[in-house]
């Protein structure tokens, strides 16, 4: 940096790119958070400072104590708090307490997060929650994810049917998400109705990719398809054959 100092004396391209660098560095060191230091893990969630992603990697233990305090916590911001964990990993006590939790009849975040917590949970009461609410839903992509883990065989009839039900590009979109996650839980040839379904009205090529592999991958994809994806706008779908 000193030979470009010297040298931006005479060279005002030089002398600018060195301000511009002295100014970035200045604004680093003023924008540069301080260390914050928590007393455990509830700490960390209730100040708001637990990445989602982090939810994942928590241990077994931390994971106990989070649900145990999600029992006995009475504000209703730190217990949206505290569920948001169980909609990125299972929620280790009984399932009926989360399944309570979605079965609230009044709209509110906390019933949200409860059926996005039931993807990883199973019990027939969950499933039978699930196929109750499914078509009566307007947007039933959120409700049709908790198949993952309450997948039965002989689904893929309702699930084709439901996709036949909707145009709207929203929710056409969720379910395709949705489906993605059963049937990479529930490997099954019975994927192809479901997921060519689907397909045919999907617009996304991330998620028609997901599933075009997940065809693949059971050996069920149609010849249909497999001349369509030759001729797809995405380079990554058109290199899977």
Do not use: W
């Not at 914050?36 to 233990?61: C, M, V, W």
């Not at 039978?128 to 908790?146: D, H, Q, W, Y």
């Not at 145009?167 to 998400?177: F, G, K, P, T």
Request: glycine share 2%; proline share 1%; hydrophobic share 35%.
């Amino acid at each position: 940096m000193q030979d470009l100092e010297e040298a931006s004396i005479n060279n005002q391209f030089i002398k600018t790119y060195v301000e511009n660098v002295k100014h970035t560095e200045e604004s680093r060191k003023a924008n540069a958070r301080e260390k914050i230091t928590y007393n455990d893990i509830i700490d960390e969630i209730l100040s708001n400072r637990l990445h989602y992603r982090a939810a994942r990697k928590l241990t077994d233990y931390q994971l106990e104590a989070i649900a145990q305090k999600l029992l006995t916590e009475k504000k209703i911001s730190n217990r949206e708090k505290l569920l948001s964990v169980f909609g990125k990993t299972k929620y280790p006590f009984d399932s009926q307490f989360i399944l309570e939790l979605a079965k609230n009849k009044r709209k509110s975040k906390i019933k949200e997060l409860a059926i996005a917590a039931l993807q990883f949970l199973n019990s027939d009461a969950i499933r039978e929650f699930a196929l109750e609410t499914i078509n009566e839903s307007k947007n039933p992509g959120t409700m049709v994810r908790i198949l993952k883990s309450n997948y039965e065989t002989g689904d893929d009839k309702m699930l084709t049917d439901l996709v036949k039900k909707f145009r709207n590009e929203d929710v056409i979109e969720s379910l395709a998400i949705s489906y993605i996650d059963i049937y990479k839980s529930n490997i099954t040839k019975e994927c192809k109705e479901p997921l060519e379904a689907v397909y045919d009205k999907l617009t996304c090529a991330i998620h028609r990719k997901d599933l075009v592999e997940i065809l693949i991958e059971n050996q069920v994809i149609s010849d249909k398809i497999k001349d369509e994806i030759k001729f797809d706008c995405d380079d990554e779908i058109r290199q899977l054959l």
